[in-house]
């Protein structure tokens, strides 16, 4: 069975532009979720779809949203870009349910100059 | 303070076991987890517990807990250079938040040969 998947794995961007993160969960797995990781801050908590609804929401601004798609895919969207927001960030995936096993993706490390 | 507290380096010989601790602080959190972070990858789910449990072992994995305490340990037998890496301990399953993991700031376990 395929692991999380996101894209892109790389990105580069300028202060104030908007940047669009993408995430595959595993076959069969409805919940996503999303971290920020950072030196200073660790893992951080976003957010977390569960059936196309956002079931929960971390303590970050509005500039960060997120969607998920009737294939359980989901999107993140950081608008109006902040140094500060240079980060890794993880998508996991879970069955929702159970004991709640959450698998995460590598990542995709987004560089705000 | 954190919801989730470890020690934030340990250092080993190849071939000895390994020992990470970590506090929690919500009683009512049903799964704890432990996650393998290496040089520019994702999390990597190790092993987890249930809350109603004490001990679980898989193959060179050991993890206690002490619900009492909120105290729970990962040890590593016959650690290798390749366990180097950042651990986390994570705690998920609390009623109101069921979906989000919450983090411990991770352990850089540096196993030396």
């Known amino acids: 069975k395929a692991g999380v998947t996101q894209t892109p794995r790389y990105l580069i961007k300028t202060r104030g532009q908007q940047v669009t993160l993408s995430c595959s969960p595993i076959s069969g797995h409805r919940s996503v979720s999303w971290y920020q990781q950072t030196p200073g801050q660790g893992l951080q908590f976003l957010f977390e779809?569960?059936?196309?609804?956002?079931?929960n929401k971390g303590n970050f601004p509005g500039r960060f949203s997120g969607r998920q798609f009737s294939n359980s895919r989901s999107e993140m969207n950081v608008s109006t870009l902040e140094l500060g927001d240079s980060a890794l960030y993880l998508c996991a995936s879970s069955l929702v349910g159970g004991n709640n096993e959450q698998f995460f993706g590598p990542g995709t490390r987004l560089t705000v100059l | 303070g954190e919801d989730v507290e470890q020690s934030l380096f340990l250092s080993v010989r190849e071939g000895d076991s390994s020992v990470i601790n970590c506090t929690y602080t919500?009683?009512?959190?049903?799964?704890l987890y432990w996650y393998k972070q290496e040089p520019g990858a994702g999390l990597q789910l190790l092993t987890y517990i249930f809350s109603n449990m004490d001990m679980k072992q898989d193959q060179r994995l050991t993890v206690l807990l002490n619900k009492k305490d909120k105290h729970l340990s990962l040890r590593i037998a016959d650690t290798q250079t390749g366990d180097s890496a950042i651990y986390f301990c994570?705690?998920?399953?609390?009623?109101?938040?069921?979906?989000?993991?919450?983090f411990g700031r991770g352990t850089q376990l540096t196993v030396w040969p």
């Open positions: 919500d009683s009512s959190s049903t799964y």
């Open positions: 779809y569960f059936s196309e609804t956002q079931r």
């Open positions: 994570a705690e998920g399953g609390r009623g109101s938040t069921l979906g989000r993991l919450y």
